[in-house]
């Protein structure tokens, strides 16, 4: 194959390229990294244990359903084991006819992430999570969480709360997303790495 040398100042890309092998020198990593999708239906729980080095994650969840009227929770995983208990959490629900939830908050074995789902094939709940953690330690780590879909007494709701472990064991290298009872009829859980070394494009 013939090797052409390309000028410093750049290549022009309106002709066509085929390339094959790899590429170096192209970039700094994606600061936003997709890292898996888990599909919960039948499950009664989702766990994610390959995670890479990330401090800080982000998860979504869509089109959720479940067995029966639960709520989602959210465990930490420190050096592949699951931890059961030393959480704080607090959330608020802002519901469509006005008269909105009370704050919920619990010292629990779980974080509450997702109040109240109904077992309705409409209520579809989605939602977000925020996880950080500072890097190397085992310092208070904290999320930060939304969730929209039919609450079980069946009106409409969005909920947003936070919530810490106030015992981890060691640094977050997982998490596991379980059920109070029953199982995922619906949805899927994508979680996303995001880099820590930002650019200050000051």
């Known amino acids: 194959m013939t090797l052409v040398k390309v000028r410093s100042r750049g290549i022009n890309l309106a ?31 989702i766990s994610f244990t390959s995670i890479g080095s990330h401090s800080n994650y982000m998860m979504y969840w869509r089109d959720v359903t479940t067995s029966g009227d639960v709520s989602l929770y ?29 704050a919920q908050s619990q010292s629990a074995n779980e974080i509450n992430c997702g109040y109240a789902f109904d077992n309705a094939s409409s209520s579809k709940n989605q939602g977000s999570l925020w996880f950080s953690q500072i890097s190397g330690t085992i310092t208070e780590p904290s999320v930060y969480f939304d969730n929209s879909g039919k609450m079980n007494n069946g009106t409409f709701a969005r909920s947003i709360g936070f919530g810490t472990s106030v015992s981890a064991g060691g640094v977050v290298n997982g998490f596991k997303f379980l059920l109070g009872s029953g199982t995922f009829t619906t949805g899927q859980i994508s979680l996303f790495g995001i880099k820590t070394t930002w650019v200050d494009l000051r």
């Open 74 to 102: 959210l465990r930490f995983i420190n050096g592949g084991t699951e931890q059961t208990s030393g959480y704080r959490w607090r959330v608020k629900s802002l519901k469509d006819d006005g008269n909105d939830e009370g």
């Open 15 to 45: 002709d066509t390229f085929a390339f094959s092998g790899t590429v170096s020198g192209a970039g700094d990593e994606a600061d936003f990294v997709h890292i898996a999708t888990t599909n919960g239906a039948g499950a009664s729980s």
